[in-house]
């Protein structure tokens, strides 16, 4: 393995051999609801979700998806960023949560700016349609199309603890009907919700694997002000994993063992993610910044001489 490569599938790597050059994904927000917010599913949201959370300062749900694309490009060329590929996320919300007709516009819309080569649509495993798939399927043909399912958890004990509104299950049929359309998939995860063990985590690695979607994002559990875990957190704080001294070094040896299990073939986008600071109640990562964290990752994997899926049972 060349040094300077990460001792894992880097997902970077994975999308510049793909397309052709450095991607740099734009966060949109088509101001999607969410089933779980507006009584389909269940009311209230997510126990951990306060979705101004996730959306970058330069996504304005006021403006239209050109000038969000538009203001995007100038906020990352502004921190001498360029690419050579732009990617459209829906990532605010449920991106496949609406009528048909107004996702195709949304979806059209972003496409046809001259800079952006592709779309990647965050939304949950419930979300999703075959009619949906169907215009993805066709956008497909000329445009690369990712979608990003929010599973967070293999287990459905959690799912129902922080009232996601779907099961496991759900999220094992999504990632099939659409690879099924040869359409990217990504899973999205969150590492330390209530009650999980250390080794439930770790363990919930070979249903990531057998899952098998193109990418995967891990996040750790950021305790958000004003949400009802954040109320849980402060009642039951034996309930949640990284409430020990030094929740980093015992964060990042987690993520080790789990890379370590994990299908080589699965590309890593992240191990974790950042939020605006007045937001947050608790995040085991406090400030650290992200490439900071990475290198530490990067260290540790090199010094125990491990790689992604070297511990992998087939």
């Known amino acids: 393995m060349h040094h300077s490569e990460p001792p894992y599938n880097d997902y970077g790597r994975v999308m510049r051999r793909r397309l052709g050059g450095r991607v740099q994904k ?17 009311r209230g949201g997510c126990t951990f979700c306060l979705n101004e959370a996730f959306s970058p300062d330069y996504c304005r749900t006021t403006q239209s998806i050109t000038e969000q694309i538009d203001a995007g490009i100038a906020f990352h060329a502004a921190r001498r960023r360029t690419a050579d590929i732009y990617l459209a996320y829906f990532q605010s919300g449920s991106n496949t949560y609406a009528p048909i007709e107004r996702l195709e516009r949304l979806y059209t819309e972003a496409l046809r700016h001259p800079k952006i080569g592709g779309l990647i649509i965050g939304t949950r495993p419930d979300c999703i349609s075959s009619e949906i798939l169907d215009i993805l399927e066709h956008l497909s043909k000329h445009h690369y199309i990712a979608i990003e399912y929010g599973v967070e958890s293999t287990s459905d004990a959690t799912l129902e603890h922080v009232n996601r509104g779907h099961s ?66 402060q009642r039951h704080p034996e309930r949640f994993l990284f409430s020990g001294s030094t929740p980093i070094d ?65």
């Open 168 to 233: 496991y299950d759900d999220a094992i049929r999504a990632v099939e009907l659409t690879r099924a359309r040869s359409i990217d998939t990504g899973a999205h995860f969150i590492l330390g919700l209530p009650n999980e063990s250390r080794q439930q985590i770790v363990e919930q690695t070979h249903l990531i694997n057998r899952l098998k979607p193109n990418f995967v994002k891990f996040h750790q559990l950021q305790i958000y002000r004003s949400t009802p875990m954040a109320e849980e957190w």
């Open 250 to 314: 015992d964060y990042l040896a987690l993520v080790v063992d789990i890379i370590r299990r994990l299908d080589p073939d699965i590309a890593i986008e992240r191990i974790a993610s950042t939020a605006p600071r007045h937001l947050l109640l608790h995040s085991p990562l406090g400030g650290i910044r992200m490439d900071e964290l990475r290198s530490r990752l990067i260290e540790l994997m090199r010094t125990a001489q491990a790689h992604q899926g070297d511990l992998l049972i087939r």
């Open 26 to 42: 734009l966060a949109i927000d088509a101001a999607m609801g969410c089933p779980n917010r507006d009584g389909r599913v269940a």
